[in-house]
């Protein structure tokens, strides 16, 4: 994984949320996280039967933690990747399967799923504004600031996906 330009991201955020919030909490705190120990139990999701970790070279481990907390804000993530031999169809149903124990899954190919939430829903959550490329397989749960979500798309004669938890604190 990319992790540079994500811990850029945090410290950013962290820094600014210092200067805004700092004399507001009288037991105010500072956390920064970062490790590349994760796995599908992290996230609340099943290993897909013969999955194996994927990475694109050396300094990519294929999983990683990264989380930093000013205070009630912050922002976790929790990333893996990996690689089967099955369809990206079959991998996907899988998941689709697996989150729908969160709640309503959003499948991303659809229309409705895109739809930017009414002003009256803050916390509802949804996809990018652009669908999946053909072939390819987005799933979400949960709400805006604590979700999960499956990305799987074909590589070869089987699949690449990628999973992720995220929380952002306010």
Do not use: N
Not at 81 to 88: I, Q
């Amino acid at each position: 994984m990319k992790t540079r330009p994500l811990l850029l991201a945090l410290g950013a955020l962290l820094a600014v949320s210092l200067l805004a919030r700092a004399g507001d909490d009288k037991d105010f705190s500072v956390r920064i996280e970062g490790h590349t120990h994760t796995t599908p139990v992290d996230l609340g999701l099943p290993a897909y039967p013969g999955a194996s970790p994927y990475s694109e070279g050396q300094s990519d481990s294929g999983a990683v933690t990264l989380g930093a907390w000013a205070g009630r804000f912050g922002l976790r993530v929790q990333a893996l990747k990996f690689r089967s031999r099955d369809a990206a169809p079959q991998v996907a149903a899988f998941y689709a399967r697996a989150l729908a124990q969160y709640g309503t899954v959003l499948d991303c190919r659809e229309p409705a799923a895109r739809e930017k939430p009414p002003k009256d829903q803050p916390d509802r959550l949804s996809c990018d504004s652009s669908a999946p490329k053909a072939g390819q397989f987005e799933y979400r749960v949960g709400t805006r600031k604590s979700f999960r979500v499956i990305s799987v798309r074909p590589d070869g004669e089987g699949s690449r996906f990628d999973m992720a938890r995220i929380e952002l604190g306010s």
